[in-house]
């Protein structure tokens, strides 16, 4: 039997390189945002906002869709911490800004369906976190401007403040 089972490791082991020139190992490596750096990313995002006048939650998950850091500016609403959570975690789940989402997964589209996903809200004002090589490290969701596309630039202003410091 132990020569089986070492007959089939060899098997397998060879027949895996020589087919999979870019496997290099069983771990895999990934990056995500210092909290120094996610915290940033969210407090520039709600300074943009209140800069125009807006009150809101920030929320930034790491690319996983585990929360990282969550701000709430004073006066906004009781709805935007699970807004913005969904937001930035439909980002990085569908690796889609939700802005695109929202148009994609109108009635009618293929991808109608996602709007009955639990967690996931098709609605603009999330927006992923790339690094330098185009990796997601994390997805960023504000909620509480007068309107999604507003959202979406408090979200940007904050990637736009950690651009040079992901950006490798």
């Known amino acids: ?26 771990l895999v490596t990934f990056q995500v945002l210092k909290p120094e750096i996610a915290l940033k990313l969210a407090q520039t995002a709600m300074e943009h906002c209140r800069d125009e006048g807006y009150q809101v939650g920030v929320t930034v998950v790491d690319r996983f869709g585990q929360a990282q850091v969550y701000l709430r500016d ?18 990085v789940s569908f690796r889609t ?19 009955f996903i639990e967690k996931a809200l098709p609605l603009g004002g999330g927006l992923l976190v790339m690094e330098g090589g185009g990796s997601i490290v994390a997805g960023i969701g504000v909620s509480g401007a007068p309107g999604p596309s507003l959202d979406d630039e408090c979200a940007q202003a904050g990637i736009d403040a950690i651009e040079f410091d992901i950006a490798f």
């Open 74 to 91: 004073r006066f906004a609403g009781a709805h935007v911490q699970d807004t913005s959570f969904r937001k930035a975690w439909t980002a």
């Open 97 to 115: 800004p939700t802005a695109a989402l929202h148009e994609e997964t109108s009635p009618g589209k293929e991808s109608f369906g996602i709007r």
């Open 1 to 26: 039997m132990k020569w089986l089972t070492a007959g089939v490791l060899a098997l397998g082991l060879s027949c895996g390189t020589a087919g999979a020139q870019d496997d290099d190992g069983a």
